[in-house]
């Protein structure tokens, strides 16, 4: 069995937030989406709700294998690693989201918020890094870039929450919190939130928003316009899913933005970004326009 058996068809497009969009130059593109194909049939193999664990530490153990250059035979890895080997860039951000992906497939709980926040370390932050990366950026934008993914995974666990537990009896919220608020893991299978849950959610989402107040000069300190716009409008789309859910129950309200959303939200950041730019060069500064 590989990769491609436990495939859930999920694409780029499917995701919460934008891929390698149109504002990406069309030379990085192709490293990009290398990166997130391979990211995807991992999440796949971990997230599959009837696969036998030790098949899918096999097949991750043989991505990260493929990945690493040794002998394996991982078709998304090996295409990862072609692209990195072409840039002459590391392998480090492949292999550390594998150990995230590791975690998934026997860890189902989260004590605290610190044991959270070192999971999106493996999780979240290499995504970023490896785009950063692809573009020539600085290692100076890491900090920012990290809270942004973190962001982003603690509300797409937010959003996921109900489907988490129920599918895979998987819980991204920490324990800590839930006994704060005197919310039981068991209220993640009811089709709307008592209020404990509610409140444990809602302070969650506070959290994101504190990273996201980490994160938003983030798009000021790429070189690249391109990447800075893009960067931009996952900032707004992160800000809006965050107060959404703050005030709403994800179990019972919809969360995620439809298409027209979307779209007003992206073109608000990218019109914030390239305004922000334009100031920024009109006082002496540079970045590429490509």
């Known amino acids: 069995m590989d990769a491609a058996v436990l495939a859930s068809g999920k694409a780029h497009r499917d995701e919460n937030f934008p891929v390698a969009s149109w504002l990406i130059r069309k030379t990085h593109r192709p490293a990009i989406l290398a990166f997130y194909r391979f990211a995807r049939a991992a999440d796949d193999v971990a997230d599959h709700p009837s696969a036998d664990r030790n098949e899918k530490f096999r097949i991750l153990e043989c991505m ?3 990945l690493a250059g040794e002998p394996g035979d991982s078709i998304e890895a090996a295409d990862l690693r072609r692209h990195l080997l072409e840039r002459d860039l590391t392998a480090r ?3 550390d989201l594998l150990e995230a992906f590791r975690r998934d497939v026997t860890k189902l709980r989260y004590r605290d918020w610190d044991e959270l926040m070192d999971y999106c370390r493996f999780s979240a932050a290499p995504v970023g890094r490896f785009v950063l990366d692809v573009h ?3 290692p100076t934008t ?3 870039s990290d809270a942004l993914c973190a962001a982003l995974q ?3 666990h937010l959003q996921d929450c109900g489907k988490d537990f129920r599918a895979l009896d998987r819980v991204y919220l920490p324990l800590d ?3 704060e608020t005197g919310a039981q893991v068991s209220d993640l299978g009811m089709r709307q939130a008592p209020q ?3 409140q444990a959610i809602s302070k969650l989402a506070l959290r994101a928003q504190s990273l996201l107040a980490c994160s938003r000069m983030f ?3 790429i070189r690249d316009r391109r990447l800075a716009m893009e960067v931009a409008v996952i900032q707004r789309l992160a800000e809006d899913l965050a107060r959404r859910l703050v005030a709403r129950d994800p179990l019972s309200d919809r969360v995620h933005h439809n298409l027209s959303e979307s779209l007003l939200l992206a073109l608000a950041g990218g019109a914030g970004a390239l305004l922000s730019l334009f100031r920024w060069r009109g006082r002496g500064g540079r970045a590429s326009t490509a």
């Open 64 to 66: 990260w294998r493929t």
């Open 93 to 95: 951000h492949g292999l």
């Open 136 to 138: 020539g950026e600085s």
């Open 142 to 144: 890491w900090p920012a």
């Open 154 to 156: 603690v509300i797409n």
């Open 177 to 179: 919190l839930l006994h």
């Open 196 to 198: 404990p849950l509610r």
């Open 219 to 221: 798009a000021g300190q």
